[in-house]
């Protein structure tokens, strides 16, 4: 099952032993996916499972719990057909200040077309967000939010409601607590946290915008630029490989 030869013969158990122990939490899969993708060994989940387990690691077995209904999956069949956007927020440990992102992100290709690193969570920096990505990568067809105060609001039409309507642009808004409806960009925030923010320090705002969104900042301050014919490759290699900040890197390791 190892698609590797001589000296790397050798050194795949210890590199999987060595993984296993800095990220005890990760299973054989999500170690043979990071080692491919990082340190070019290709093995299968299966062959590093027997390494685990014959190092004395044994996988926790399955308790089946009661579950509700199975969530829906769902894909675009194209770039820029919809866009997931959502916030996140984490607070700078050496200020104790607590900062937002906020991200679109596209269905088809899974690619984080805008993003932002702010101190507020206000409408006006998401709309700002927005409209920068849609300079980049042109104009989605729809946009999936949730029922944040910074998408909807509860009487009339909420003003990036109204900023979509302008360009033609369909929201859609998930069902209340409901989360699983925006479970592609929930899941980046997630790989985001654990793979570079829960354990970075960073010396304030400014640093931590250049760490996360490249060394030009957030894509208003001049982030490379792709039309949706380089976004609809968002999986592939050669779209990837343009944008090299932090952000990108772990969007690469999700998928």
């Known amino acids: ?25 990760w299973g054989q899969d999500r170690i043979a996916a990071v080692m491919l993708r990082a340190q070019g060994f290709s093995a299968s989940a299966t062959a590093i499972g027997r390494v685990l387990e014959e190092s004395g690691y044994v996988a926790a077995p399955d ?21 997931q ?24 290709s899974r690619f984080m077309v805008g993003y932002g690193l702010h101190a507020t969570a206000s409408g006006a920096l998401v709309r700002e967000t927005m409209l920068a990505a849609v300079a980049n990568f042109g104009a989605p067809e729809e946009v999936l939010t949730d029922n944040g105060t910074q998408y909807v609001t509860w009487r009339g039409k909420s003003e990036f409601t109204k900023m979509l309507e302008q360009r033609g642009i369909k929201q859609i808004v998930a069902t209340p607590r409901h989360p699983e409806t925006l ?8 790989t985001l946290w654990r793979e570079c923010v829960e354990t970075a320090v960073f ?28 976004l609809a490759r968002g999986r592939s290699e050669e779209h990837t490989s343009e944008l090299q900040s932090p952000c990108n890197l772990v969007c690469r390791l999700l998928l």
């Open 203 to 230: 010396r304030g705002l400014d640093d931590a915008r250049v760490l996360l969104l490249g060394e030009r900042g957030a894509l208003a301050g001049g982030a490379a630029r792709h039309d949706a014919r380089h």
């Open 85 to 108: 956007t959502d916030l996140f927020t984490f607070v700078l440990k050496r200020e104790n200040r607590r900062v937002h992102l906020v991200g679109f992100l596209d269905d088809h």
């Open 63 to 83: 308790i089946s719990k009661p579950h509700g209904q199975e969530p829906k999956h769902f894909e675009r069949a194209r770039a820029n057909q919809l866009w």
């Open 183 to 190: 479970g592609k960009v929930e899941r980046f925030w997630g």
């Open 1 to 25: 099952d190892y698609k590797v030869t001589g000296v790397q013969t050798c050194a795949l158990p210890i590199s999987i032993l060595l993984m296993k122990e800095e990220h005890p939490d």
